[in-house]
């Protein structure tokens, strides 16, 4: 796999909604078997931030929120980034004002460009930037 596959848009912040509400916003409408153009398919909101019609889902990580905040260094353990970028995720997630955090998620895709400009917020997180994946 050459380096620009492993390309990896990171997601950092704080969520305290529902269980089922969080993971909704990742839910691909699987009901209208890859029709995308069908009138009835449902974005999901992960895709209508990113300004795509689907994600493959063998490709994002999704991790558990914590129950409570904490520190940068422990959520940034699953962040799916080369071990020598986290310093510099952790200096994009400080300036962006996020010191500590409850959920992380995840995206590998060498293509994925975010359409400008970026939102504030994808389900109560911000998005940090793209890294070398580990």
Not at 15 to 41: C, L, R, V
Request: glycine share 6%; with cysteine; charged share 30%.
């Amino acid at each position: 796999m050459s380096s620009e596959n492993k390309n990896v848009h990171v997601w950092v912040g704080s969520n305290f909604s529902q269980e089922d509400e969080y993971m909704s916003y990742f839910e691909i409408d699987h009901s209208t078997e890859g029709d995308f153009d069908d009138p009835n398919y449902k974005l999901c909101g992960f895709c209508r931030d990113l300004g795509i019609v689907w994600y493959d889902e063998d490709f994002i990580g999704i991790i558990p929120r914590c129950e409570h905040e904490v520190s940068l260094d422990e959520i940034l353990t699953e962040a799916a980034v080369d071990e020598d970028e986290l310093p510099l995720v952790k200096v994009s997630c400080e300036a962006l004002g996020i010191k500590k955090a409850n959920a992380i998620f995840w995206y590998q895709d060498a293509d994925l460009v975010l359409e400008q400009p970026i939102k504030d917020s994808y389900n109560g997180l911000k998005y940090i930037g793209v890294f070398q994946g580990d």
